[in-house]
């Protein structure tokens, strides 16, 4: 069990530098549901593995990222601190609008709100 799943983590580090839909916070995963699954079996793994793993992505060149890079997608770090309140009721109207994270939900209501903002600016 434990090699399947190191064995797994060595094969999605791997697609980092194949996958042009690579994401910092990705690691190569296609899709949100398929991140957060490997994310959750990389957890998983032991200590030393996950270290094993880590010291090969860390020897891995430069260059290797030099194709994905141009194509992954920019995010700044910021973050807005919410009370727990909020959050909790974000997350039930998410789950409610079938969103799968209310992070992007969040994110498309501000985008939402940028674009009829916007004529009224200029």
Do not use: N
């Amino acid at each position: 069990m434990v090699a399947q799943i190191a064995a797994d983590a060595c094969d999605l580090f791997s697609r980092i530098k194949d996958s042009a839909r690579s994401r910092f916070y990705g690691l190569g995963a296609q899709t949100q549901k398929e991140e957060k699954k490997m994310k959750k079996r990389f957890g998983r793994l032991p200590k030393s593995e996950r270290q094993k793993i880590e010291s090969q992505y860390h020897r891995m060149k430069p260059e290797d990222f030099d194709r994905p890079m141009p194509h992954a997608r920019h995010h700044s770090p910021g973050a807005i601190r919410l009370p727990p309140e909020l959050i909790k009721t974000l997350k039930m109207v998410a789950e409610a609008e079938g969103e799968a994270e209310y992070q992007a939900m969040v994110r498309r209501w501000i985008e939402e709100r940028l674009r009829q903002e916007r004529p009224t600016a200029g």
